[in-house]
């Protein structure tokens, strides 16, 4: 059975800084890319946030592009994302989501159980 496990999540003021991890586990084959998507309160829909391809080449969405930061190390099934310069508008449950094949199976998408940011005026 595959897990991801998000951790770093808190309340911070506007302007601070957290890092964000989520560590996959279980009988792993590969991963392929590795997702950060965040859902704001009241709404209904995952907003994609980061990317990265299991070669580390990293994509954003525009309102985070200088400011967040994803990574991932292959060794650990971990990927991060380093949020600087947080805003209000960015509080949200984060959730982690990745392509992975586990022993038996094929390629196939998993999400975390998601962990909460607020970001205080």
């Known amino acids: 059975q595959v897990q991801l496990v998000e951790s770093g999540g808190g309340l911070v003021q506007a302007g601070g800084s957290l890092r964000l991890s989520c560590a996959a586990s279980g009988s792993i084959i590969g991963i392929n890319r590795m997702y950060w998507y965040r859902q704001a309160p009241g709404t209904q829909q995952r907003e994609l946030v980061a990317s990265i391809s299991n070669r580390g080449s990293p994509n954003y969405v525009d309102v985070v592009k200088g400011r967040f930061t994803i990574s991932r190390d292959n060794e650990k099934n971990t990927v991060y994302l380093q949020m600087n310069d947080l805003k209000p508008e960015d509080s949200a449950v984060y959730y982690c989501?990745?392509?992975?094949?586990?022993?038996?199976?094929?390629?196939?998408?998993?999400w975390g159980q998601g962990t909460q940011v607020a970001v205080s005026p």
């Open positions: 989501n990745a392509d992975i094949r586990a022993v038996g199976g094929t390629y196939r998408s998993y």
